[in-house]
């Protein structure tokens, strides 16, 4: 009797301190651990999973907590990790899963701060994916969308900064896409479209590794117009047969057409001083007898910024850039804003329809512009050549490269380049061509663009800089870029 009580207090005291545990804890048989937020425990789980690369499992464990407690804390963010273990997996199927998942969290909690941040891999779903420049550009332009929706959405966001230097990346990938085809067009003649995809360029993509390349070869575009032009055949305004232009409207053109050519020029030597093409820029200028305009010192300090932002590919990288799927953006600017709304692009129909109204001796002055700007042309008469015109032919019904056409008498009224002898060598001759002409005096574009009573100009925004510091501020080594033979 006396051992039986022992026993029976120690199997007393066992059954109170079970009880005693049971009352702290409930037991979870879905998580199989012990907890009094079950909801939690699942979260817990789900995350585990990840970490250990379960993607399934996580998945399971996410959606039974988000059909087993709708209520839950968790549930915003059980949704968007269910998109993240799709983002994780990796895969093409999985990350279009992904994207799909983040579309749906921002549908139900647009007002969550994590909506950003599922608009955020969104975007780097289709940055992820993009190719190099020459090949498919779908997912370089949906990355582009979806970083300009972020940062025009989530103004407030601290994802901004990541969101912008990406989409600078981007748009370097589509600026040198479409710096390709317009050099494409421009190696076949093709003024217009060359001239369309250029143009659309420079204003869209400002911080473009290589737009003075591209204003470069915009002003090139409208010297080979010019030339062009000169070749086609002059007739009688009284009497215009298919393919002449009258002398006074052909002459217009061509001061039109250099003047957007001088315009392309001197963009470069104001907003890219330091940059290769600066030099050439000038030459051209003083080939087509026109101002040459000074930097500002707020220009040269910009355009110094956005170079030193930049960093070359080591060979390296080049080397496996060949192999690699994705593009090579070590080029793009670090520093600056991206362009978030798309300018009006220029169409190239609308180059071809100001040539053919020249070549056939319209009057372009009840047009309004010409060249690139938007003009309303009536519709074309039976004697007038169609606005699409091939590229291997000449609009002004002549075969390309054709010698039969005889070129028109030199007006001494008309502004027009001089070409020498040697085609490298830029240097503007007199009508005689022995003397060399002195060059034009340096002008400041900004200066004359501005009130000079303007209070809120910058001291910096209105000086113009010196040679020093130009000089001193472009780089030591040229880019080695084929540079295209001048006209």
Known sequence: MSRRIPLIAVLGMLLIFTAACTNKKSVNPLANVGSKQPDKVLFDKAMDAMRHNRFDVARLTLQTLINTYPDSEFVARAKLAVGDSWYAEGGTAALAQAEQEYEDFKTFFPNMPEAAEAQLKVANIHYQQMEKADRDYTHAKRAEDEYRSLILEFPDSKLLPEAKQRLLEVQEVLGEREFEIGRFYYLRESYPASIARLQSLVERYPLYSRADEALYLLGQNYEGQITRLRNAPTCDAKGLPRGCAAEAVKAKYIEELAKHASDAYSKILTRYPIMDRS?????????????????????????????????????????????????????????????????????????????????????????????????????????????????????????????????????????????????????????????????????????????????????????????????????????????????
């Open 279 to 487: 030099d050439d820029a000038k030459k051209r200028l003083a080939a087509l007898h026109q101002p040459i305009p000074r930097p500002t010192k707020a220009a040269v300090a910009l355009n110094k910024a956005e170079d030193a932002s930049r960093r070359e590919s080591t060979m390296s990288q080049r080397l496996i850039g060949i192999i690699k799927k994705g593009p090579d953006m070590a080029t793009a600017a670090k520093v600056g804003e991206p362009t978030l709304v798309d300018p009006t692009p220029v169409s190239a129909s609308q180059v071809v329809q100001g040539e053919a109204m020249a070549a056939t001796g319209r009057d372009m002055s009840r047009k309004g512009s010409i060249g690139v700007e938007i003009v309303k042309p009536d519709l074309p008469s039976a004697n007038e050549p169609p606005p699409d015109t091939p590229a291997g032919s000449s609009p002004f019904g002549q075969p390309a490269g054709s010698t039969n056409a005889q070129p028109p008498a030199p007006d001494p009224n008309e502004l027009k380049p001089n070409a020498p002898a040697d085609p490298n060598e830029l240097k503007p001759t007199d009508s005689t061509g022995n003397q060399a002409l002195p060059p034009p005096p340096q002008v400041n574009e900004i200066q004359q663009g501005q009130s000079s009573s303007s209070p809120t100009a910058s001291a910096d925004n209105s000086i113009p800089a010196s040679d020093e510091e130009i000089s001193s501020s472009k780089k030591k080594k040229k880019k080695g870029m084929k540079k295209v033979i001048p006209f």
